[in-house]
């Protein structure tokens, strides 16, 4: 009896693992069958002709690498500022947890909210218009509990030796921060930034209304009313109104693309985490 | 030796002894409190300069604890409560007006275990240095080739100062630690049970040089291994734990206290590391 609801919870839980592993890997499969022959040197360093029907994502890659550089840029520092006001300068107890809830909560909040935020805030109330860094601000807040979850769980591992040892030798709060916990803690930023970047660079509810048009956009010059393309705002608009067939390859090599940049991003993370894990199974 | 141990009555008041000479650390009625439970009461030290002070005792009487108010480095443990005084030179440590950081960096700590940082050996010999900023930067180099002799780790190392440190040995380390330590010019140096973690040859090094830094600098040592304090300290003080708290129980000159101990607790204590000089 208790052998057979072993291999029942065995067999579901494989099942499950199984249905996950299938889906990612039929969606991956879809995309790039029907992605990677529109995938060529071109297509990556032409820019865009005929709404879409032709050309290449030239200034779409560079828009969207544009959104998520600033992204990165805008959440490093606000996520070492939280990341050490909560595991460092905090007392334990209530206002840890409640530093806490409230980065879950911006971790749940839905993005097309951060659109809405940035299109009252950057789009009407600055008079940016739609601007790159308006979307690369909010893009930074939208990933700003990930990397900090990040640099937290990573700061909670370090050894409670080197802060004594540093404090032993008479080092001030600050320079055992910028000597010792910063730097032994790099590795969590890193890896909660590139997570966090793979999923930016996927968005398109934050920066819709807020940073990025369709066509006619190339390097912006300054903030104000300057747009920019963006890969996954470029499927969006294809996909609601694509009869052609030559667009429709166009869509799925853009998807392909975006896709290798998600896991390029995922995959640079990957030496890091194993790492980390060696460690704490070594401390 | 041990066998001949006097038995003495567990009323007996213990008399504390003094060192001659004027004290250069001294505590006064220090007790450390976590909430409302004491883990140290009422310790009275006086610690002469230039010496080896040794503090032995059964586990969990709060040696380290002891050790950690030295030095203020106990403020970094939450949830603690120092009453008393601790005075350097006559002059109260926990004094608002005291730079705690400062004074660790005079009052320098050794662990059990050596700590090194993950940088090579030159960068944590002068990692206390660069960050005091007493020396300047183009001193540096002779400040590590000094306190890494003083530790007797220069010749082993001075070919390879740019290599990890976490490539020497465990004991090296703990030399490695020493040096970082010596290389701040601290008056005094803390010791917490520094050769427990080493093979017994590593453990000999350190000894010696304890024994060498003595003349220029006063060392407070916890130990857990009698012959050992036999070996290294000019003055002891053992605690014990009566009800349930940490109290130094007896304080004596070396042999004094181990070869005729005036009080019970000592007794205990010393008979029950017998066997193999550990507690």
């Known amino acids: 009896m208790c052998r057979t609801t072993d291999r029942v919870v065995f067999v579901a839980a494989l099942g499950c693992a199984v249905i996950a592993c299938g889906v990612l890997l039929s969606i991956v499969a879809a995309i790039a069958i029907r992605g990677l022959p529109a995938v060529s040197w071109h297509f990556l360093t032409e820019q865009i002709r005929l709404v879409g029907a032709a050309g290449g994502i030239f200034y779409n890659l560079v828009g969207t690498l544009l959104l998520i550089a600033t992204a990165g840029a805008i959440s490093t520092p606000l996520a070492m500022g939280i990341a050490l006001t909560h595991s460092y300068y905090l007392p334990e107890g209530r206002a840890r947890r409640n530093l806490s809830l409230l980065l879950y909560a911006l971790n749940g909040t839905p993005s097309i909210l951060f659109g809405i935020a940035g299109l009252i805030i950057f789009v009407k109330y600055f008079g940016w218009g739609k601007s790159w860094l308006s979307g690369g601000i909010l893009l930074g807040f939208l990933i700003l509990p990930t990397v900090t979850v990040s640099l937290v769980e990573r700061i909670k591992v370090l050894p409670g030796k080197y802060i004594e040892a540093a404090a032993g030798l008479g080092l001030t709060r600050s320079q055992i921060v910028s000597s010792v916990v910063l730097p032994q803690s790099m590795s969590g930023l890193i890896t909660g930034l590139l997570l966090g970047l793979a999923r930016a660079a996927g968005e398109t509810a934050p920066i819709m209304f807020t940073a990025t048009i369709f066509a006619g956009a190339t390097f912006p010059a300054g903030v104000k009313e300057s747009p920019v393309l963006s890969m996954p705002y470029h499927i969006f608009i294809l996909c609601q109104d694509s009869y052609d067939p030559g667009v429709s390859a166009k869509v799925w090599g853009t998807a392909t693309v975006l896709l290798g940049l998600v896991f390029l991003l995922s995959l640079i993370v990957l030496p890091m985490r194993l790492k980390v894990h060696e460690e704490a199974k070594n401390a | ?279």
Request: hydrophobic letters at 40%.
């Open chain 2, 1 to 279: 030796m041990h066998d001949a141990l006097p038995i003495v009555e567990a009323e007996k008041v213990c008399v504390p002894a003094e060192p001659e000479g004027p004290a250069l650390l001294e505590t006064r009625g220090l007790c450390v409190w976590a909430g409302n439970r004491a883990l140290i009461r009422n310790v009275n030290l006086k610690i002469a300069a230039k010496q080896v002070f040794g503090l032995i005792g059964p586990s969990g009487a709060g040696k380290s604890t002891l050790l950690k108010c030295l030095n203020r480095l106990i403020e970094l443990t939450p949830g603690l409560r120092i009453e008393g005084e601790v005075l350097l030179h006559g002059k109260s440590i926990y004094d608002r007006a005291v730079d705690a950081d400062g004074l660790r960096g005079r009052i320098g700590i050794l662990f059990q275990q050596p700590v090194v940082f993950p940088k090579s050996i030159y960068q944590n010999v002068i990692f206390g240095v660069r960050h005091l900023g007493v020396v300047k930067q183009h001193d540096w180099p002779a400040v590590a080739e000094r306190a890494l002799s003083e530790s007797a780790l220069w010749d082993e190392v001075k070919d390879r100062l740019k290599e990890p440190a976490s490539r020497l040995s465990v004991g090296q380390q703990q030399r490695l630690c020493l040096a970082r330590t010596l290389a701040n010019e601290p008056e005094v140096i803390l010791m917490d049970e520094p050769t427990s973690a080493l093979d017994p040859r590593s453990a000999g090094a350190i000894e010696e040089l304890i024994l060498r830094l003595k003349s220029q600098r006063t060392i407070v040592l916890v130990t857990h291994n009698i012959p050992q304090a036999r070996r290294l300290a000019d003055w002891l003080a053992c605690l014990c734990v009566n009800e349930g708290v940490g109290e130094v129980m007896e304080t004596a000159c070396c042999d004094k206290l181990l070869d005729n101990p005036s009080c019970q607790g000592v007794v205990e204590y010393l008979r029950a590391g017998e066997p193999e000089g550990r507690g």
